[in-house]
Each structure stands twice: as C-alpha cells, then as structure tokens.
C-alpha cells in the first residue's frame, strides 16, 4: 500500500477519529432510543454520512407514520455543503476517473483534512492520501455508531450531550487553525455574522442559508 | 419497507447527488476559476455558522448544555489550543473536561 495512503490514515485517527466517535457514539446511542435498529443506525452513518443531516433525518423521520417527504428534504438542505464542498475540492483530485471514488467520503472532517494537506502534497499522492484519510475516518464513524446503539442504555443523556458537543467544538479548533489559510478568515466571520439568521428558519435551513449568505458576501468583499 | 428506511434510502440518494454535482462542476472548471473559490467560502462559511449555532444557539441535546457551559468547554478548548501552539486532540480534551466540569458546578 502507498505511503500517503498510510500517512493519512495515520492522521485521521488521531483528533478527526475522537471528534467524530464521540458525535457518531452520540449519534448511535440516540438512534437506539429512538427505537430504530442497529443496522438502520450504522447504513445511515456510513451512507448519508454526514451528521446535520443525519440527526435531521433521525428526529423527524423516526416517529412512527412520520411523512418520509418533508424528512428526506429538511436532512438534504441540513447536508446541502456537500455540494460547494466538492466543487472547492474536485480541482485537488485531479481530472481522472478515479477521483469519483472520493464521492461517498465527501463531508466536513475529511473534506477540512484535505483543503489543509493536499495542496501541498504531489498531485499523484493527493487522491490516495484522501482516501486513506477517507476511508480510516469512515470506519471510526461507523464502528462508533454501532458501540453507540449497544451502550445507549448506559448513556445518560448529560453524557451523550456531551459528546455531541465534541462535533462543533473540533470544528472550532479546525477553524482557528485555519484562519492563515487566504479566504478562510472572511468566510469564518461571514459564517458567524449571518449566523442569527439561521434561528428563525431552523436548522436545516437556517444553516443552508447562512452558509450561502455569509459565504457568499466574504466572497465578493474578497474580490474587490 | 417502513417510513424511516425509505426516507434514510431517499436521503441517501440525494446526498450522493449533490456530491457528484459538486464533483462535476468543480472538475469542469479551471481550478483558479471564481466558482471554487465561492465554494470554498460557502463551505467555510457553514461551518463557522454551524459551530456558532451549536455554542449560541443548539437545538436538541445540546440545547440541554446550559449556555455558561458551552462556553466555558468553548474557552478551555480555545485556551489549550493558544497555550500549545495548536495542537487540537489536546484543545478538543480540555474543551469536554472545562464543559464537564462547568456542568458540575451549574448542575
């Protein structure tokens, strides 16, 4: 196997893997309450994979003779990053068809791990390296998720507060180490600043729209 | 098949999508193009608003946190990560034990 593919898996299982186990443990535990089954909680981590849109799923899709419609639409807008997501990483993964293997891993913590390392790597480690990243944090994720279903007994809920707690707080860190990085500061305070107005959309959209709000206007600051 | 394995299939289905598109449209244009770079600060942008909903504003379980701890696991993370030039497993440690013990003290 490559180096880079070992290097980065090396890398995701240090601060990425505790962050995202203690949100996934969070996350399995609650799918547990909820009523639903291990292997729904474990295809939903390792499918939708990504966590907004996972617990926006999870609330409103659990209760029995909930409408599967307004459910799949509020966990797509809640996941909508996704998109300007890959469209800033697809140039680092190169133009061959192998970069569409990258597709099931896109979200944040290897998506943020890859917009750090990958500029400055080779191009023809870069898809390798994000794979090994990709696919060591994946499966901490889903491991977590399933020893999450098992203890959610013995979870009380100050607990798995708690963990959920890791997710935002890692991406803090993620962020102010990045804040360096050209573009990264203006779109952070864009991101805070347009962030009240998430509270009356709700979630799902509220941060969609805060994104697109705060991104959009650090953007054209930037470009003046 | 019951309402919440169809809207965890249907969700699927659309995240892949978006994911391609993204991929797609990011591998169509030259890599200095404005569109990657609007991308970039949209993602950015997102995720700082997630991170100042989940302190400011949570909804859910972490709604649960009172405000005064969520921001007293904020300055410890903040705090470590100053004091050892950003190093963030032990930032993200410090930031859970300041939040544990900050619920400790207002229960």
């Given at each position: 196997m490559p180096p880079p593919f070992l290097t980065a898996a090396r890398d995701a299982l240090g601060a990425p893997a505790f962050a995202m186990g203690a949100t996934f443990l969070a996350f399995g535990a609650a799918v547990a309450e909820a009523g639903l089954s291990l292997p729904w909680a474990v295809l939903c981590t390792a499918t939708v994979y990504g966590m907004a849109g996972q617990l926006v799923l999870l609330g409103l899709a659990a209760t029995p003779g909930a409408a599967v419609a307004p459910a799949v639409i509020a966990a797509t807008a809640a996941n909508a990053r996704f998109l300007p997501m890959a469209v800033a990483l697809a140039p680092l993964l190169g133009r061959s068809r192998a970069r569409w293997l990258a597709l099931p891993f896109i979200a944040i913590t290897p998506w943020a791990a890859a917009m750090r390392r990958l500029p400055a790597l080779p191009d023809a480690d870069r898809r390798t390296w994000f794979l090994g990243f990709a696919l060591a944090s994946w499966s901490a994720a889903i491991l977590a998720t399933a020893l999450g279903h098992a203890l959610a007994p013995h979870l009380p809920p100050a607990v798995r507060a708690a963990l959920l707690f890791a997710n935002p707080l890692y991406f803090a860190l993620l962020l102010a180490a990045d804040l360096?990085?050209?573009?990264v500061r203006g779109a952070v305070i864009g991101g805070v600043l347009a962030a009240p107005l998430a509270i009356p959309l709700g979630s799902a959209w509220g941060l969609l729209a805060a994104g697109l709000i705060g991104g959009t206007l650090a953007f054209a600051l930037q470009r003046r | 098949m019951t309402g919440a394995d169809l809207a965890l299939l249907l969700t699927v289905l659309t995240g892949l999508a978006l994911r391609a598109l993204g991929l797609a449209l990011g591998g169509a244009v030259r890599p200095d193009h404005p569109l990657i770079a609007w991308a970039a600060a949209v993602s950015v942008a997102t995720l700082a608003a997630f991170v100042a909903l989940a302190v400011a504003a949570p909804t859910g379980l972490l709604a649960t946190i009172p405000l005064p701890a969520r921001l007293a696991g904020l300055a410890a993370g903040a705090i470590t990560f100053a004091a050892t030039r950003g190093a963030i497993l032990p930032a993200l440690l410090a930031g859970l034990a300041g939040l544990g013990f900050a619920r400790l003290i207002t229960g």
């Open positions: 360096g990085r050209p573009g | -």
